[in-house]
């Protein structure tokens, strides 16, 4: 890595500012996933065990800059202690005296989670001021954020002017490791499974895909009505992009000229409209594309689908994934992500590199059973799509070189 990585600081009896991505759902003050949480334990276990005083700082929620109660950190303080099995103090405030004290009290090895970063309005405009309050908490910086690595904020970019290291952390060195092998020098043959709500948020990507020589594109979500809209199937009342529809056709172009293959959906779950899920009473059959009429909307990739991806994913020695196939939140529409979710975890057990991208596929890798099958889940949603279409993420950038 060009990067310097935590594994090259001298951490012993050092104030080491940690910043996590614990942007983690609470309910009721509990919880409820910890995936984030956990994916940033060994580089605290590492900081810990080399002797350094962990100050960790994370942002939660969109709190607009001001204190919100159930945007606290707290809870997710305890939940790390018990994950950790050691105490983990709280500092009521990011900044100020409330976090010196409570930095000030650290012996080597022991953590404090600071309050929310986006208690202030100063962490997303990346005031100067405000990060190198930040700075001088600590002797040393590591970014193992990388969920937020694409946003240049005070905690990800500009404390790293007022720090003499600035390290990657060891979840942030993986995602590094796994994504940028597959944007230099992918193992062909490469399938990439789009899915999710829109193709404008993906467009960057795919032309980054097709410039790297992707062999398989597969489309399902919503973001594939786009495409068959444009190729003049009847889509009903499925969500489609009307001002993408140019677009879709270009990038079928693109594909066709590179030797790409685009795979669109043949058959999909539909309802009648998105009105009767809402009451918990689902009226979905499986229907081919073609049989689309205007009052059907399509909700999930329906089951010949499946198996043709599935089909598509038999030979392929590396696979993306970022998207859902269908409303997954919405039972029975979660029905094509799981089964998508079973095939490139059958695709990593023969060998294939699985890298899962993005909260609901994530999810549903989760979901079905099959996460410690994947050779890669990445923590980044919006990070993962920026680095896959080859954009470099300011709080990378910002890390200090290797020399
Ligand atoms: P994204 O954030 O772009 O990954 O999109 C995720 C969202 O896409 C999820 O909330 C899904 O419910 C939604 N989605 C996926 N497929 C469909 C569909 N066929 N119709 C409506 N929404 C969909």
Redesign the pocket.
Known sequence: MRKLSIRDLDLSGKRAFIRVDFNVPIKDGEVEDDTRIRAAIPTINYAIEHGARVILASHLGRPKGQRVDKYSLRSVAEHLSKLLGKPVAFAEDCVGEAARAKVDALNDGEIVLLENLRFHPEEEKNDEVFAQQLASLCDLYVNDAFGAAHRAHASTVGITKFVKQAAAGLLMEKELEYLGRVISNPEHPFVAIL????VS?KIPVINALIDRNVDKLLVG??MAYTFLKAEGFTVGK??VENDMLGTALQIKQRCEASGVELLLPTDHQIVDSYEPIKGGQVLAKTIPIEFTNAGHA???IGIETVARFSSALKDAKTIIWN??M????EPPFNQGTIGIAHAVAEAADRGAIVIVG?G?SVAAVTQAGVADHITHISTGGGATLEFLAGKELPGVAALTDRT
């Open positions: 899915g999710g709500a829109k948020d979500g919503a499925s969500l399509g909700m999930d998207g859902p269908g409303v997954f939140e993005g609901d």
